[in-house]
């Protein structure tokens, strides 16, 4: 049974360009997740999704940020124009509606921008 | 994944030993918790789970303990291996309205051999 699947596991970028994080979440899964992860914040929600509708993106940091969700199997989160405080460990996570339920984790983008 | 905090917690123990790993939840409303384990590239990975109609839940070598009155939660790893190794952290929800986990900022634990 597959994971949640992240790409790329690893992004280099100059900052100012466009990053582009990609997930797969668990087939049937109706909650889908984005988190960063820093030495410095922990983990932190940035926005979920209920059945590829945003339910809270309270948690993304700028206008800068923004994620999609087009379809049950695929979401995005993307950063433009990128900036080095960027830099962090990004996970998807996914999760049934079946009251509760653990959420279950990719392994990670780590992004850095120089 | 990275590690979390530059002053994470560290519990270190002997391979063979039984490790407490112990988190205090701030939301007294939560009614589900949930421990993870984080190793060196990878993302947070499921353990154990309980709901607070419970007070102990028992896995494999792992067992959780929650004590709602003091609002504490427990992970014991029965017979500590070097693959524990980890980062640990305890995650709580409401069963109700918003879906998101907070999490704690983790444990890590070093098992010597």
């Known amino acids: 049974d597959a994971g949640v699947i992240q790409s790329p596991r690893h992004e280099v970028t100059e900052m100012g360009q466009e990053v582009t994080l990609r997930c797969k979440p668990i087939s049937g899964h109706d909650y889908l997740f984005w988190y960063r992860q820093t030495m410095m914040r922990g983990l932190e929600l940035l926005i979920y999704f209920n059945n590829n509708v945003p339910i809270d993106d309270s948690g993304m940091p700028e206008d800068r940020f923004s994620a999609k969700m087009p379809n049950a199997s695929f979401s995005t989160l993307k950063i433009q124009p990128s900036e080095p405080r960027d830099s962090a460990v990004y996970f998807c996570?996914?999760?049934?509606?079946?009251?509760?339920?653990?959420?279950?984790f990719g392994d990670g983008t780590r992004l850095s921008i120089l | 994944g990275e590690s979390v905090g530059l002053h994470l917690p560290t519990l270190s123990v002997q391979e063979g030993d039984n490790s407490i790993i112990n988190c205090a939840y701030s939301?007294?409303?939560?009614?589900?918790f949930i421990w993870y384990k984080q190793e060196s590239g990878k993302g947070p990975q499921f353990i154990i789970d309980?709901?607070?109609?419970?007070d102990k839940r028992q896995g494999q070598r792992v067992t959780v303990l929650l004590n709602k009155t003091v609002k504490h939660l427990s992970l014991q790893i029965a017979a500590t291996q070097p693959g524990d190794s980890a980062v640990y952290f305890c995650a709580e929800n409401r069963s109700t309205g918003r879906r998101a986990l907070t999490f704690g900022s983790g444990t890590r634990l070093q098992v010597q051999p």
């Open positions: 309980i709901r607070s109609n419970m």
């Open positions: 996570a996914s999760r049934l509606d079946r009251g509760n339920q653990p959420q279950h």
């Open positions: 939301n007294s409303a939560s009614d589900y």
